[in-house]
């Protein structure tokens, strides 16, 4: 599987963007996917997952209620809507597949695609 995430940018607290991770691979189905981001000089952390079918989500605290994770099968794509946007939030967005049902560890995934920037500024 390879992902490639896109959606990335600068924009100011408050505001919001919707990342993109289209995968390649007729296998996409079987994975369940994860946001992690890395801000600079801190490890990369959990963010959101979703289970292969979307039933089931998993947060991280501090994005609960402002970020959404969904999944279009069809398209071979998982989204991250974020919203109201804080500078903490700041960072390189990386999504990944795993063959689990739902994990919120690095070691759970499998396949990583290259990360995508996102800024907020205050």
């Known amino acids: 599987v390879q992902l490639q995430a896109s959606g990335g940018g600068l924009v100011q607290a408050g505001g919001s963007l919707r990342l993109s991770c289209a995968a390649s691979g007729r296998t996409f189905i079987t994975y369940a996917m994860g946001w992690f981001r890395q801000a600079p000089g801190k490890e990369r952390e959990f963010v959101a997952a979703i289970s292969w079918s979307g039933v089931t989500t998993l947060y991280t605290d501090s994005v609960k209620g402002r970020f959404t994770i969904s999944r279009d099968n069809a398209k071979n794509t998982v989204y991250l809507q974020m919203n109201s946007l804080k500078p903490e939030d700041t960072g390189a967005y990386y999504c990944?597949?795993?063959?689990?049902?739902?994990?919120?560890?690095?070691?759970?995934?499998?396949?990583w695609g290259q990360g995508t920037l996102v800024t907020v500024s205050s």
């Open positions: 990944a597949a795993g063959s689990v049902y739902l994990g919120s560890k690095r070691d759970e995934y499998d396949y």
